[in-house]
């Protein structure tokens, strides 16, 4: 019998349980190693649940852990319904939903509707012939006239978003790796096999599920080029060439949400969340894919591409909660971007920044989220070990020269060998600076980022303004200064140098700091440099 969590949810009865929840991020392959492999495995997760737990999260997501060449690190799935060997089996990931549950918090899941792993049973079956039972899961087209691919369509990861299969004579599409063959979501078959998937997890008592890459399963049926942005220099990366391109036919089409109304019917009576990793960069776009009963949250991925500017993030932060009010999921960080502590200049700066930024984050409409490792300040911009020929295979040109790997260093828990993550050697190194204070342990005393982290999320926890449905109101002040209401809990962050007072501050008692101390100056309330304050406000 799957379990159900025992928590002590602060949301009212009717509310569904992700309302105002904050989320964390398990990179499994870099969380907690059991066995002495060097990846981040399902038992480690389980035995340091604790560690979750404690923090005041809500839930966690976990990347992909089921078969897969790893290709992508599990973006390649072979096997939908089951577990990769280095990663355990199924009866270690019902050990790992039962004791979250027993924790207090939801267990989501990846899936990746997308593209399966050219080792798929699928795809071995649909590239056997053109009569193959599985050939239309996948999508198949004949050359142009001049024997090229059919179009001009490219893979987010290099080069063209097709490949010549020589033995049935077709091209097949990627919009990632050529070992990611994206499936066909114009076949009625795809669907029945996905809707079984969930299904398959539901009972097993997942409480939710991270639609990976949810903006890119259907395609234009007539499969026209993309019009040309502008030209590239050859051997611009991969990056570059992508955006030089209009992708309007090849991604955000509108029958996509279609699938996710039929998805919602599915999962409702389990009382699951279905949270889209929506990759579009404005706030319109991505607002429909929480509108009309279809995700119940997108990410909002802008949110963690701004600089440290009050200005900039409140504009973005407010466009965002126009168009997708309090349906939105917050990254403060994720495996495939730098960090927020490196985004906001490293060291102990960037993780003071860092940690404001999430204040404000748990302050909003929506669901802040965490990435493992941001409760401790990880940074990764030391990371110089990086193998070039790993990234070659799945890092992403145009962030750094360590690609995607400096924000999916393993987790460093205490002081033994490899910091506690294995006893044998981590598959991904540690960033090189990092010392016995980057650890859990290291920093469970003190003003750590660790103990600040849990503070702010307990603060979260006793402000019902911070979990409902309270209207958020922006505050008008200093240039260096974003500052909201919501209820009778004020919020604001400096991104100066210097104090700076906050809007509506006379009237209110700071509650909590992210860092530094705020100061009185007359009746006025100061917040200091690079921190956040949430404060109540009297009367
Ligand atoms: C988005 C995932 O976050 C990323 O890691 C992966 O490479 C792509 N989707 C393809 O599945």
Redesign the pocket.
Known sequence: MPTRPATTTVTAPWEPWWTGAVGYQVYLRSFADSDGDGIGDLEGLRRRLDHIAGLGVDYLWITPFYPSPQA??G?DVADYTDVDPAYGNLATFDRVVARAHRLGLRVVVDV?P??SSDRHPWFLDATSSRDAAHRDHYVWRDPAPDGGPPNNWVSKFGGPAWTWHEATGQYYMHT?LAQ?PDLNWANPAVHAAFEAILTFWLERGVDGFRI??AHLLTEDPSFRDNPVLHEVAPGADAETVYHAFDHRHDLDQPDVLAIYRRWRELVAPYGALLLG?V?LFEPEPVGRYVADGALDLAFYFPALKVGWDAGAIRDELAAALAAGGDRLAWPLS???DPRATQRFGGGERGAARALAYLTVLVGLPGNAFLLQGDELGVDGTALTTADPERLGA?GVAGHDVAG?DVSRTPMPWDGQTNFGFTSGTPWLAFPDDTSLQDTVAGQEHGRSQLRRTRALLAERARLPDLRGDEELEWLEGPDALLAYRRGRTLIAMNTGRTYQPIPGGRDARARFVSTGEVRRDGDDLLAPPDAAVIAELRG
């Open positions: 992508d690190h973006y990746v997308n593209h990632f990611q990976d890459t990793e990759g994720s495996h495939d799945h995607r």
